[in-house]
Each structure stands twice: as structure tokens, then as C-alpha cells.
T-cell receptor, first 118, second 116 residues
Framework: AQTVTQSQPEMSVQEAETVTLSCTYD???????LFWYKQPPSRQMILVIR??????QNATENRFSVNFQKAAKSFSLKISDSQLGDTAMYFC???????????????FGKGTLLTVNP | GAVVSQHPSWVICKSGTSVKIECRSL??????MFWYRQFPKQSLMLMAT?????????EQGVEKDKFLINHASLTLSTLTVTSAHPEDSSFYIC????????????FGPGTRLTVT
């Protein structure tokens, strides 16, 4: 079974600054996907970024980037130029890379509540 | 694209009654949908995988007779909480992935269930 650990229950950052959220995971799989989702106060889950384990290059989406260290099983999220709208719960998630509907299951970490202060 | 809706957004029901929550994929056909439960300030816990035209696959510890899932069409899955009790009060979220477009799951806005 896979486990996802987010060791920072809460973090805060000043507007326009950079913050990094940490995530580690445990798996015996070699091929898999990692995701960061955000859940703002509206509670709508929004995909932030995705990383395929077979890709060495770190994924980037505008102000969001990841530091994927496969050997260390680490997958941190860096948010640059933080904005007030980034205030949300951030969840790290793992998915095995297998075909078949039931194998597209997500395993979530416990989340990190990020507050961006003006 | 990839919009998932849920109805209702919130519901209050009395203990002992049943309540149905709908999950719809609005702009794509979803052969598989997922149902999650989220307690306040906690993470999402997968309850079951809903497969169109076949029985749902439940996670360990989830009572299949209590949480009935029906995926009758390629755009609709329903979760029925039967004989609801106050401990069933929670936030229920569904998700779906777009077939052939990668592993990402797209989430509905959630349904807050309160059982009195």
C-alpha cells in the first residue's frame, strides 16, 4: 500500500514571497504519478500540478513548480510570488501508473493549510 | 472542459432516512467515477470506485449496504446514504477522469450532508 506524508500541517507566507510545501511518499511501484491539489475555502478541489515518475524533469505550471526526487521519494511544491488567492489547503497525492479504471485511485496526504498574508 | 457537478450542494436529513447525492460529468463521458468522504480539516478518503454498467468497488471498511452506488449512465453516478445516522454527517466529493486524456481526476464541488 502507498502512503503519502505531509509533515507541515500549517504554513504561512507573505504576499509576493516564495513558499515550499513538502511531501514524501512510500511505494514499491516504479511507475506512478504524483499530484498537488489545492482546496480553497470553497472546498472545490483544483488540480495544481502533475508529475510522472518516469520523467526526470520537474513539472512547472506558471508560479507553481515541483522538486521531484524519486530516490528520496520526495515531491515538494514551490509557489513563487504568492498571491492572496493561493490561500488554501494543499494536498499531495499519489496514483499508480496502471491501466484499468479501478487503478486510477488517488491516495492523499493529510494536507497543508497555507495562508498567504497581505 | 472536464467539469464535474454534484447535486445537492448541501442537504439536511433526519436520522433513519435515506439521501441521494448525484455526480455528473458535464462535458465528457466518465466510465469511472470516484466517491470520497472528507471530515472537517481532514483529508479525502476514497470510499468507492463507481464503474458504469457494473458494480462499484468499495474500499476496505466501507459498508456497501449503507453507501449504495449506482453508475447507470456514462455521465451520472449516484451515492445513496441509507438509514442515515448523525455519524454519516460529512462532506462527500465525487471525481472523474477523462478517458484517454491522462490520469488527472476532476472533482465535483462536494455535498455537505448533515444528519439530525
Amino acid at each position: 500500500a502507498q502512503t503519502v506524508t505531509q509533515s507541515q500541517p500549517e504554513m504561512s507566507v507573505q504576499e509576493a514571497e516564495t513558499v515550499t510545501l513538502s511531501c514524501t511518499y512510500d511505494t514499491s511501484e516504479n511507475n506512478y504519478y504524483l499530484f498537488w491539489y489545492k482546496q480553497p475555502p470553497s472546498r472545490q478541489m483544483i488540480l495544481v500540478i502533475r508529475q510522472e515518475a518516469y520523467k526526470q524533469q520537474n513539472a512547472t505550471e506558471n508560479r507553481f513548480s515541483v522538486n521531484f526526487q524519486k530516490a528520496a521519494k520526495s515531491f515538494s511544491l514551490k509557489i513563487s510570488d504568492s498571491q492572496l488567492g493561493d490561500t488554501a489547503m494543499y494536498f499531495c497525492a499519489f496514483m499508480k501508473h496502471n491501466s484499468g479504471g479501478s487503478n486510477y485511485k488517488l491516495t492523499f496526504g493529510k494536507g497543508t493549510l497555507l495562508t498567504v498574508n497581505p | 472542459g472536464a467539469v464535474v457537478s454534484q447535486h445537492p450542494s448541501w442537504v439536511i436529513c433526519k436520522s433513519g432516512t435515506s439521501v441521494k447525492i448525484e455526480c455528473r460529468s458535464l462535458d465528457f463521458q466518465a466510465t469511472t467515477m470516484f466517491w470520497y468522504r472528507q471530515f472537517p480539516k481532514q483529508s479525502l478518503m476514497l470510499m468507492a470506485t463507481s464503474n458504469e454498467g457494473s458494480k462499484a468497488t468499495y474500499e476496505q471498511g466501507v459498508e456497501k449496504d449503507k453507501f449504495l452506488i449506482n453508475h447507470a449512465s456514462l455521465t451520472l453516478s449516484t451515492l445513496t446514504v441509507t438509514s442515515a445516522h448523525p455519524e454519516d454527517s460529512s462532506f462527500y466529493i465525487c471525481s472523474a477522469r477523462v478517458p484517454g486524456q491522462g490520469p488527472e481526476q476532476y472533482f465535483g464541488p462536494g455535498t455537505r450532508l448533515t444528519v439530525t
